[in-house]
């Protein structure tokens, strides 16, 4: 049953990409959701057998290769971690499958689109189950190549092809450090195997490497290069400009590989090797450094978006910035808790914004729309269980785990916990400005384009009933894990994730002050308030505050509309510098400098030198006879004289030798 999970999407993705098209349409769709239901009833057997029971499965098929004292097996991982992923893949999958049906009845290429998906279900299931880094990498790789292939789905789109071979190239930036922490770890465990690795990773901890002056720690570096691999997937600061360029893909790839699934492949790798990760506490600083930068900069430019689907996917940046954080003080099964929690809520929300934007025919720009909740009512209650969530409301999904995670960050032992709270609960409150903006523009605000909607209706049934799953789903799911997770005396995640108890107390929570634990709520009522002044009583009120929002528009929207023009620094300077580098290098060096005064130089020489000596000749036949025999005379000379030195040094070279040897006998 444990195979049976890995090879049936495999299985699928196959059957349809070869049959597909002879199957038809409706067989396809039939094939797909069948086999993902199957998929996922075992994925929930699975998850009772393995993280109530406590057991803990390994599967190795064989071995890829043997050299030397270096073995590298193709192998299966089914520990509670893994569970716990497959879970959440193959449960958002189903929803997605099913909501594809309605989103894309009139796509004719609709064997295509299922083919990638189940591509990109096997390659995330075989990331989630290895066994090893190389394994790990290969289904790393693959998600990649399917995130590419997903989001140039409508490929005779200008847009579609841009955002697609971005987030190829802005992810490959990252593997490229992912492959340098597999090359180390190869090179001193001659092994990839987590288990090994895991084990013999205290005789390695004072390992040093000298580069440019400086002892640096080995598993330092290594951990460097997994962060920097994970920052990439992960669309963290730096590398994050791929993922709402992304949006130019169908919904449900949106709402699969961007919110729930792909994206959250970073945060897995991170939470896999906690425990390397424990041996170095300058990472792990960096990690909740450039987690609360990007959660606080990505909820700012969400706030100044007016595209659906990017102010949905700066969410989901500024969401895994919490991760980050919580994976930076040592909250790993809080972390996974979060991502566990988030990936339900974030493709409700994304399957919501698919819902309205199918029903407004491909309309995307939220101020083109409003007053939808009287047309759209189940889709405006989706959003809102959605959107109440991720502001971590209480008694939903978001509460358990996002509170959970901002008064952790509070009782955290560290130097930096405070900075990081502040950042973290300022982030909360613009978290509910713009989830609020959101359902402010869309269904509340009664625009002048209202009569465009008079005959708008909700009619696929597909697209209400895995909106429905989801919203039960954000609701209670939360409440029936919490004890799991990140319950009090709980040891169902101790096998597979390090938990350092004296950084991570829930004892302590309980007993922080009451304005500390409601602070988080207060601001995010706060932060409701202020979307409502800002975006909804502007619209009415419009002529009172004209003039302030003229200077904040010229002083600071513009910085967050643009994200902080990132697209620019990289089109702009750094490409360019990149362009003119090459161009300089290329023209000027190798070209014109190296080419001139090398070969090209020298055949120029001998043409010009030629030319001149053509006129000392009369062009009869004894003088090139004459000149025939100077130029063998010359020839001859040189060989002769370059011969008798040669043999003069030979003849001193063994006169030595002699001397050396028999220098008694003198």
């Not at 189940?378 to 209480?394: E, N, Q, R």
């Not at 358990?400 to 709270?421: G, N």
């Not at 009369?618 to 040189?638: A, G």
């Amino acid at each position: 049953m444990y195979l049976v999970i890995i090879f049936l999407s495999l299985f699928n993705s196959l059957l349809i990409g070869l049959l597909g098209n002879y199957f038809g349409r409706q067989a396809v769709i039939f094939i797909s959701i069948f086999i993902i239901t199957i998929s996922f009833l075992c994925s929930c057997i699975i998850l009772y057998e393995i993280l109530l029971s406590h057991n803990i499965i390994t599967i190795n098929l064989y071995n890829l290769f043997i050299i030397y004292d270096i073995k590298i097996n193709i192998g299966f991982l089914f520990d509670q971690l893994t569970v716990i992923m497959l879970f959440i893949v193959l449960s958002i999958s189903l929803c997605v499958h099913i909501f594809t049906v309605g989103y894309m009845e009139h796509e004719p290429y609709i064997v295509r689109f299922y083919n990638f998906l189940g591509f990109f279900t096997f390659f995330m299931i075989l990331l989630i189950t290895a066994d090893n880094f190389l394994q790990l990498f290969i289904g790393w790789e693959g998600v990649g190549l399917c995130s590419y292939l997903l989001i140039n789905f409508w490929y005779n789109r200008i847009a579609a092809n841009k955002a697609a071979i971005k987030a190829m190239l802005m992810n490959r930036i990252a593997d490229v450090f992912f492959i340098f922490a597999i090359i180390l770890l190869l090179y001193y465990f001659k092994t990839l195997n987590y288990a090994l690795i895991f084990s013999l990773i205290n005789y390695i901890q004072d390992y040093t490497i000298y580069i440019i002056f400086y002892d640096i720690k080995v598993i330092d570096l290594i951990l460097f290069f997994l962060f920097l691999g994970a920052i990439g997937k992960s669309a963290q600061l730096g590398l994050h400009t791929w993922l709402p360029d992304a949006m130019e893909g169908p919904t449900p790839v949106s709402s699969l590989l961007h919110a729930a699934t792909m994206v959250t492949a970073g945060v897995f790798l991170l939470i896999r090797c906690s425990i390397i990760f424990e041996k170095s506490n300058f990472i792990l600083f960096l990690i909740c450094l450039i987690g609360s930068i990007t959660s606080l900069f990505t909820a700012f430019v969400a706030n100044c978006q007016y595209d659906i689907k990017k102010v949905i996917a700066y969410s989901t940046c500024s969401q895994l910035g919490y991760m980050f954080i919580a994976i930076g003080l040592s909250n790993y099964n809080l972390t996974l808790f979060h991502l566990f929690n988030h990936a339900f809520f974030k493709a409700l929300l994304f399957l919501g914004a698919g819902s309205i934007i199918s029903s407004l025919l491909d309309e995307q720009d939220m101020r083109k729309m409003g007053y939808l909740f009287v047309k759209l009512p189940f889709t405006y209650i989706s959003i809102l269980i959605g959107s109440m969530a991720i502001l971590g409301l209480p008694f939903l999904t978001g509460f358990y785990s996002k509170d959970f995670l901002l008064e952790s960050i509070f009782v955290s032992y560290a130097v930096d916990s405070l900075y990081i709270y502040i950042i973290a609960i300022f982030t909360a409150f613009l978290t509910a400005m713009y989830s609020f903006k959101l359902l402010f523009f869309i269904f509340i605000v009664k625009t002048n384009i209202y009569n465009k909607y008079v005959l708008l209706q909700e009619v696929n049934y597909f697209i209400l009933i895995s909106l429905f799953i989801l919203s039960i789903l954000s609701i209670f799911i939360g409440y029936f894990f919490f004890e799991i997770f990140i319950g009090f005396g709980s040891n169902y995640l101790n096998d597979v994730i390090y938990i350092k108890f004296e950084k991570f107390n829930n004892i302590e929570v309980e007993f922080i002050s009451p304005l500390i634990k409601n602070l988080p709520l207060i601001l995010t009522f706060l932060g409701v308030l202020t979307s409502y002044l800002l975006f909804f009583f502007i619209n009415i009120k419009r002529k009172y505050v004209l003039k302030i929002m003229f200077i904040l528009k010229k002083c600071i929207y513009n910085f967050f509309f643009y994200a902080g023009f990132f697209n620019y620094f990289y089109n702009k300077i750094y490409l360019y510098f990149l362009y003119y580098f090459y161009k300089f290098n290329v023209k000027v060096i190798e070209k014109g400098f190296f080419e001139f005064y090398g070969p090209v130089g020298f055949y120029l020489f001998f043409r010009d030198l030629s030319y001149k000596l053509r006129f000392l000749s009369s062009f009869h036949i004894s003088v090139i006879l004459l000149l025939l025999y100077i130029n063998i005379i010359t020839i001859s000379y040189f060989v002769i004289m370059l011969n008798i030195l040669w043999i003069k040094s030979i003849y001193l070279l063994l006169l030595l030798y002699y001397i050396i040897n028999h220098k008694n006998e003198f």
